[in-house]
């Protein structure tokens, strides 16, 4: 159902790498509400070929560029600007990765090469997109950035590697952005944590399947849908939410604020208590 929402605007969009990509649902609810973007991903991506299927699908054109270089980010929205005809009104950062993650290296054996290119792709280019724009002036007065996180930024998940120091320097970053794009152009910077969702990116964490799980018996609404995770992003570009900006926004069922369910205690359950015993004898 489309309430005309982005009519008019105009975006780029980060991150659609196949179907289930949280980015490629955002672009086909954008499509629906009117707006008109261009879709980008780095070259290796668009070499797997899906993204132009969600091109055809939504008439939008693709722009290849690697979110850690500064050039392509420039020609990105020089280039969009030229296709769309003005100035951006949104942009969603939806793009993570970590070589330490994709190894199984464990947190206690980071490779250091590898953490700088996890908070490069995942936290850094957020600010390289922000500062590029702000300086070319590429976004329109009460324009909204959102990126995706993660609520590891703030609480141990034991798995998630060094992605939890990427997340937590991406809402920083966003917090800090957002008050100097605020002052300049009424642009506002937002984060949107999300649930766990079944995507590439998702299901490459070790232990997902546990965390998806869990995050579901503990949340008093389920798990957030990647579908939903688009809504909640289109209304953050809309102009519904002028007001909101250097927010992380969970987005996530309720599990944020939770302690422990009904769900849990009644069906999910299964430790027997003496798991830590266990770990004291070995
Ligand atoms: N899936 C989840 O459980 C979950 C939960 C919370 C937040 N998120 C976040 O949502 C965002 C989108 O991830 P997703 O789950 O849709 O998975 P995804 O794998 O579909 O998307 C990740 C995207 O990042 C892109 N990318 C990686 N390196 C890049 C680079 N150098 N330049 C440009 N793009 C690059 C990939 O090509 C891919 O399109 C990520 O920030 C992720 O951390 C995901």
């Excluded at 120091?165 to 949107?192: C, D, P, W």
């Excluded at 809309?238 to 900006?245: A, I, P």
């Amino acid at each position: 159902m489309s309430h005309n929402l982005l009519q008019g605007k105009r975006g780029i969009i980060f991150g659609a790498l196949d179907e289930n990509s949280i980015a490629w649902k955002v672009a086909e609810r954008a499509k629906e509400e009117g707006a008109v973007f261009v879709l980008t991903n780095a070259p290796v991506a668009l070499r797997k070929g899906d993204i132009f299927r969600l091109a055809e699908k939504t008439g939008s054109e693709v722009i290849s560029a690697d979110v850690t270089q500064v050039d392509d980010i420039e020609n990105l929205l020089n280039e969009a600007m030229k296709i769309l005809g003005g100035k951006i009104d949104f942009i969603l950062h939806s793009v993570g990765m970590s070589p330490n993650v994709r190894k199984g290296l464990h947190y206690t054996e980071l490779d250091y090469n590898y953490l700088n290119k996890t908070l490069d792709v995942s936290a850094i280019s957020l600010h390289k997109v922000l500062q590029t724009a702000y300086q070319m002036d590429a976004i329109n007065e009460w324009g909204s950035v959102v990126a995706l996180s993660y609520i590891a930024a703030q609480r141990t998940f034991s798995s998630y590697s060094d992605m939890a120091q990427a997340k937590a320097m991406l809402e920083s970053i966003a917090r800090s952005f957002g008050y100097h794009y605020g002052k300049k152009r009424k642009v506002r910077v937002n984060t949107i944590s999300q649930s766990p969702t079944k995507t590439t990116a998702g299901q490459g964490v070790g232990g997902f399947n546990a965390f998806y799980s869990y995050a579901n018996c503990m949340s008093p609404l389920g798990n957030a849908s990647s579908e939903q995770c688009a809504n909640y992003c289109i209304l953050m570009f809309s102009d519904m939410t002028r007001m909101v900006t250097m927010q992380n926004l969970f987005h996530d069922g309720g599990y944020s604020t939770m302690g422990i369910s009904d769900k849990l205690i009644d069906d999910c359950f299964v430790c027997t208590g003496d798991c830590h015993e266990k770990n004291t004898e070995k």
